[in-house]
């Protein structure tokens, strides 16, 4: 099994480097504060990510801790897929392959602007701020920085960089309150190239499944079902959002949290516990559901009060 550290590395880069695409056209014309220039660079990086192989080093600051990656990314056949190696610590690699390039998926499906949500005609412009900064070389390419402020204190910002020729994002900062950068990932170095690097020794080997979101199993369901009564504006279902599965995931494009519910045989203490890893929060509390004791877990890239607010409202459905 992938370490978490590894799994959330990987998601974090997917999510980076796979999933920014908006439909420029609506959100230009139904939302007077996006910026139509900040929407064209960012559909420019959907598209060439269908487009484009390639293959670099990657790294990944979190507060004074650093991790290396070796990343491909090959497109080819009516699919993409992807490969990413720890070069530091454990050593894991984490596969997936031949994932249908027509395949969207709901943050996809949110970026592009799509109405998901009652009221999102402006698509995720609503709930964030695009604007062009000017930008230097990364990775000794030259790159249109895109900098983007949250609207609301439920969610962080971000600064990305992207290559002026390819429209590849070659480098992301995760942007709390006060400015504060949590963590920041950036290519070392990047090549265009169909022919992949060769492979690295690794003691620890995932590959990532291709799921149908309606239809991810309940690894430990429990015996009711459940949902949560409060959700940032914004936020989508990325899988089943009812029912009796232990999991529920959300995102907004940018942003991805999940809520685990895990039912208990033994009360424990009241309380909850936090552990913040850069972009990454992961908050635990002990409670009480009409006299069960469960255990509610949020781990995802959202602010410390966002998180204790969800476990605040997950509640039975009556």
Known sequence: MLPRASNTVFRCLLLATLS???AVGANAAGCPDGDAVALSWLDKMSRSLRQASYHGVVTLQRDDHMQVMQVSHLVGDGST????????GQGAQVERLSHPANCIHPGDRLLRGEALLPGQSCG?????RFTVAPGGRVAGREVVRIVIEPRDMYRFGYVVDLDKETGILLKTQTVGHGDKTLETMQFANISYSDDPPELSQVDVFHKAQHLHPQSAPAEYPVSRAWALGWLPLGFAATDRSTGTNDRR????GFAVFSVFLEELDVEIRAGEGLVKRGGTTSYTRGMRLDEQPVLVTVIGEVPVNTARMLAD???WVQ
């Open 313 to 315: 409202s997950v509640d």
């Open 81 to 88: 897929s992807e490969r990413l190696i720890e070069l530091t």
């Open 249 to 252: 995931t959300y995102t907004d």
């Open 124 to 128: 995720i412009a609503k709930h964030y």
């Open 20 to 22: 920014v695409s908006i």
